[in-house]
C-alpha cells in the first residue's frame, strides 16, 4: 500500500468492510484466496496471469490498485534494485504478524513439473 494511501492508517481489521479497496491479484493465486477469505467487500483488480511481482506492486504505484499482497522482504528487495524511496510503500499486516501462513506450501514456477514431481513423491512416502 502506498504511504499516502486514503487507509493507509487501517488496520487490516478495518480494511475488512471498505467496499471501495481494490487490491490487485491473479485469478486463482494463492493471494486470491487470502483476498477472498481476509478482504472479502474488496473489489478485485485483475493482473495478467503471468505478471511478475514488479507488475503487481506498480499496481500500487500507479493508483491502479491500494493493495497488493507480497512478502514484505521480496518487496524491499524490489525497492532496493527499482530505487524507489521505501517510504513510499507500507507493509500491512495483523499485530505484526503475517496475514496468513500455509504450512508446508511451495511457490513452484508452473512449468517446472520435475520439482513438483519429486516433491511430491517425497510426500508421499
Known sequence: MKSDNKFANMSLQELIDIKELRVAVKENDI????????????????????S???EEITYVLDDRADIAFWEDVLVK???????????????????GEPVKIYQNCMALPRWDFELK???DWD???
Do not use: C, F, G
Open 31 to 50: 493471494h486470491h484466496d487470502i483476498v477472498k477469505e481476509y478482504l472479502p467487500n474488496a473489489r478485485i483488480v485483475w493482473l495478467p496471469q503471468l
Open 117 to 119: 514431481d519429486m516433491i
Open 52 to 54: 511478475k511481482v514488479w
Open 77 to 95: 528487495e524490489l525497492l532496493w534494485e527499482k530505487w524507489i524511496d521505501e517510504k513510499t510503500l507500507i507493509m500491512k499486516d495483523k499485530q
Open 123 to 125: 510426500l508421499s512416502n
